[in-house]
């Protein structure tokens, strides 16, 4: 794969398609791993970063489980299990050493254009939550990536963690968070538009808008042609590459369907589309810093769980809360009200039927969220912050999710939260499904897809090298290594600019 012969009969060495955060971190891992290779990058938009990478159309969290309660369940014995925790805070602590290295090698003005301190705390009512919380608190603790975590149900602590939230509560009620400082806000919008605008200034990628990408077909020689839609000039071309990377996003099922790879078949998609409150009143902006995480409703999606989060976008502080979950058959914000119609295949229709009728929970839910008025949002806010006015806040139209859907032996289909790297056995065509937990990961998944597609240059000495030299911990697990966790913390937070109180 990507040797040079046969350089001749191809445009291209890799075609990335959509221009995300996920191709951005692919193009530059690339650049930076084989400087000579040849790639173009087509979006259908007239910009990059526009989709769910876009700042507003994401919750900007850098998920490490420091604040969301679902990578934390409950056992039937009642103990907590930390596995999915420790799984996502090592993959943000590699997002953070990638990102350390770009810092270092002149990606970005500031790492505070799109990387911020912002405390993630986890808030909950009731006395069995708060019991849970203390055991997840306790359970976390036993590893030296969450040290710093604190626990409080104590009104006057609680209070100085978030004013916002403890304002006009009676003291009867019961009540507990947790905070922890190393949390960070992401706008993987910027970080987007800083990774590409590096590479271009550069000249070291071709970046092609309002190109969209319409159907792919692999020839003989194991090249792939992609058939392109030029939508300013009203053409369509098609050019050669020997590796293609499906990183359209909401828009990666249909254009895996059309591949007609063997790998992709049987995958259905189910979007799920999002709402935030944002508040208007500079006031409430200021007395908040955090971001608050509550528990799921039952039968809530996972990454729906509504949260008051402090953000910094594009250096102004904003307060958000959501997102509320809807539905709609739109696979992109800006997508077709067919593409849920369009997605559907003989190979799908069997698991998507069955997904659906075995995630009742979850159908009843998103019917509830899409019936919720205004009102019955800033009422939902009101959990948060009791005084919350309606003329404080205006309502916002978030990014859209397709969730996965796989075949099953057993279920007929499933339906997953996660992300899913799909690559054809030759290794010159991969997509990535899914959205959860996204951009935060989307070093480790790059790297994932890496092992995938490019097994022989990964196991090389030169890439091997190269990816010690951007990820001191690569290949290492940080949760059996206190020391190699406290050395990279300690470069990473002096590059990004993030907090170092308490938690090295
Ligand atoms: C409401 C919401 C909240 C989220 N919160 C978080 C969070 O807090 N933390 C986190 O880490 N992640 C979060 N995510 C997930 C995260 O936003 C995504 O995982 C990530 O942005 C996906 O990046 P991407 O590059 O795959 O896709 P995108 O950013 O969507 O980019 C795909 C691109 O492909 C283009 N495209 C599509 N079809 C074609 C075609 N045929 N031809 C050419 N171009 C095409 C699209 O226009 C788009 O620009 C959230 C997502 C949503 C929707």
Redesign the pocket.
């Known amino acids: 794969m990507l040797s040079h012969e046969n350089n001749a009969s191809v445009d291209y060495d890799v075609v990335l ?9 692919l193009a530059v891992f690339l650049k930076e791993l084989q400087p000579d290779l040849e790639i173009a990058i ?4 007239d910009r ?7 700042a507003w ?7 490490s489980a420091l604040c969301e309660l679902n990578y934390t369940p409950q056992q039937e014995d009642g103990s907590i299990d930390i596995s999915k925790a420790l799984k996502i805070i090592e993959s943000f602590e590699v997002s953070k050493q990638f990102w350390s290295y770009l810092v270092g090698h002149g990606y970005f003005s500031s790492p505070k254009s799109f990387i911020n301190s912002i405390p993630h705390m986890s808030f909950v009512w009731g006395k069995e939550d708060v019991d849970y919380l203390r055991k997840r608190h306790e359970a976390l603790q036993t590893s030296h990536l969450f040290k710093g975590m604190e626990f409080s149900d104590q009104t006057e602590i609680l209070a100085s963690w978030m004013p916002l939230v403890m304002q006009h509560r009676t003291e009867s009620e019961k009540i507990a968070a947790t905070r922890i400082e190393l949390g960070t806000d ?1 706008n ?1 919008g910027e970080l ?1 538009r800083s990774l590409f605008n590096h590479l271009k200034e550069g000249h070291e990628i071709e970046v092609f808008l309002n ?4 159907s792919l077909e692999q020839d003989e020689m194991r090249h792939w042609f992609v058939k ?1 839609e030029d939508e300013t000039n009203d053409i369509n071309k098609t050019v050669r590459a020997k590796f293609v990377f499906i ?6 099922l ?2 895996l369907e059309k591949s007609d790879i063997q790998e992709g078949e049987g995958f259905g998609g189910f979007p ?3 709402q ?1 409150l944002v508040c208007k009143n500079e006031t409430l902006i200021a007395q908040h810093h955090a971001k608050v995480y509550g528990k799921a409703k039952v039968g809530a999606p996972p ?2 769980v509504p949260h008051l989060d402090t953000r910094i976008i594009d250096g102004k502080k904003e307060l958000l809360f ?2 509320f979950a809807g539905f709609s058959t739109k696979f ?4 077709s009200f067919f593409d849920l119609a369009f997605s559907l295949t003989p190979h799908n229709i069997l698991p998507m039927l069955s997904a659906g009728i075995h995630n009742l929970p979850l159908t009843k839910y998103l019917i509830e969220q899409v019936m919720l008025s205004f009102e019955d949002k800033i009422e939902a806010l009101r959990e948060f912050i009791p005084n919350a006015t309606e003329s404080d806040w205006e309502l916002a139209v ?4 397709v969730q996965v859907i796989k075949k099953d032996e057993e279920e007929g289909g499933v339906l997953e939260f996660g ?1 899913e790297v799909i690559a054809s056995a030759d290794g010159t065509l991969a997509a ?1 499904l ?9 070093v480790s998944i790059m790297l994932e897809l890496l092992h995938k597609c490019f097994k022989d240059q990964m196991a090389s000495e030169a890439w091997t090298a190269k990816l010690n030299e951007m990820i001191p911990s690569y290949g290492k697990h940080l949760a059996d290594d206190p020391e190699l966790t406290h050395r990279v913390r300690k470069w990473t937070h002096e590059v990004l600019q993030l907090n170092h109180i308490n938690i090295l």
Do not use: C, Y
């Open positions: 398609i959509g221009a995300g955060i996920m191709s951005a971190t087509f979006e259908r938009l990059v970063a526009a989709e769910s990478s876009d159309n994401n919750a900007g969290t850098g998920h992401v993987f987007t190109h969209e990408v319409k392109v990183g359209a996003g909401g828009g990666a249909r254009l799920v589309s999002g935030w990454m729906s959501g997102p992109l914000k800006q997508g978030a990014g859209q999710r992300t990535l899914g959205a959860s937990p996204g951009a935060s990961t989307s």
